[in-house]
């Protein structure tokens, strides 16, 4: 297995606070108040900094995944933007929010920023 890989897996393996595999669901408010720059509790403002985290690994290790997870965004794509597409994605689709919010996140990255085919 690849290091990259290995790393991924850690980085998206933090749980946010009491969830052991926090679901779309509970964290898509906390990424909205990201987004807003609004959470008005402690609370609420480490849980949007485990989103823009969880975003940001997500961001950085993507683009070296295997294919059915990897994006390719365009180059100095910030961490900003990719939390604003995982809240785009997530608010499309209520229907998927009971599943891992990790896996969203990267399925998010790739539907908005597909890597091209190789010939």
Known sequence: MRPSIIVLAMALTVPAWAQSDPSANY?????????????????????????????????HYSMLMEAAYKSCPPKGTTNGQAIEVVVRYLEARPEIGDQDFRMLALSALRATWPCPRSP
Do not use: E, N
């Not at 402690?42 to 989103?51: K, M, Q, S, V, Y």
């Open 27 to 59: 964290m898509l408010p906390h990424c909205q108040d990201w987004v807003a720059r609004a959470p008005t509790k402690p609370a609420d403002t480490a849980l949007a900094g485990i989103c823009a985290g969880t975003v940001g690994a997500a961001l």
